[in-house]
């Protein structure tokens, strides 16, 4: 794979990541068509509480996708955290020593998990993000970049040199 060829990949959030508001919104709207046919409740309020509501959950699961991003360049890894403030830290691809990816049952079925990567020298993980959508292939390419860096030769030259001989 050709480095300058490689062009910088940026994931955010899964929106499908989200299950428990979205689950949230439908049992709240549940609950309110039940009690606006079934009691002498305002239907204003029932209704004006569940739009509270789903204006609350919207905006969380909004805030949340929009203020992580995860950027994988030729020569790095990024995360950028923040909404109006922005904290950001890179990983050189060839200073990691390690990208896990974790996720629970619910997160299997639906293709989201957490990824963590490391670098040496450090017993934590410095970038940690959740909710990524497909974290098994966005590891993927974070060690495709991480071995063109271990071994140069494995450019498109490269390989064409070694059928060369």
Do not use: C
Not at 27 to 43: D, G
Not at 74 to 87: M, N, P, T, V
């Amino acid at each position: 794979m050709d480095e300058q060829n490689f062009t910088e990949q940026r994931y955010r959030p899964a929106w499908r990541s989200f299950y428990w508001h979205i689950a949230a919104m439908v049992i709240f709207f549940l609950v309110a068509a039940y009690f606006s046919m079934n009691t002498n409740f305002s239907q204003g309020m029932i209704w004006g509480a569940f739009l509270i509501l789903v204006l609350y959950a919207g905006g969380d699961m909004t805030y949340r996708r929009f203020r992580v991003m995860l950027i994988v360049k030729s020569d790095e890894i990024a995360l950028e955290k923040g909404f109006i403030g922005r904290h950001s830290i890179e990983i050189s691809t060839k200073n990691i020593k390690t990208i896990q990816v974790k996720q629970s049952i619910i997160e299997r079925i639906l293709n989201t998990g957490e990824i963590l990567v490391a670098s040496p020298g450090t017993d934590e993980y410095e970038i940690i993000v959740s909710n990524m959508p497909s974290p098994h292939a966005i590891r993927d390419t974070m060690q495709k970049r991480e071995r063109v860096h271990d071994n140069p030769e494995n450019t498109s030259e490269g390989q064409k040199d070694a059928r060369a001989d």
